[in-house]
């Protein structure tokens, strides 16, 4: 995988609906779909989320999967698979070309 791919907006800034932006300083950010997501990220055979943190606010009806993110990884397809620090799948992001 190459730091180049991941950059860019993964998901749908539609509210209530999950997403992550790669920022080629080392940043990432994004949401849950209802509370903000901030950290860190390093390159290695697969994305790991360094420090990610987020706002902690009640949203009733919201999936706030995207918030126990520990890695990530490239499928073959082109999306993003995320997971937790147990390697569980949490769920994936599709990478939106439209806006990276």
Request: charged share 25%; net charge negative; with cysteine.
């Amino acid at each position: 995988m190459t730091a180049q791919a991941l950059l860019g907006l993964w998901g749908s800034k539609i509210p209530k609906r999950p997403w992550l932006e790669f920022l080629d300083d080392g940043k990432v950010v994004g949401s849950d779909g209802c509370n903000r997501l901030f950290g860190t990220w390093s390159e290695a055979q697969d994305v790991e989320f360094i420090a990610l943190a987020g706002t902690r606010m009640f949203c009733e009806g919201v999936d706030d999967w995207l918030a126990r993110a520990s890695t990530g990884k490239l499928l073959d397809d082109g999306s993003l698979a995320i997971f937790d620090q147990d390697k569980n799948e949490l769920g994936i992001l599709v990478k939106d070309d439209q806006n990276s």
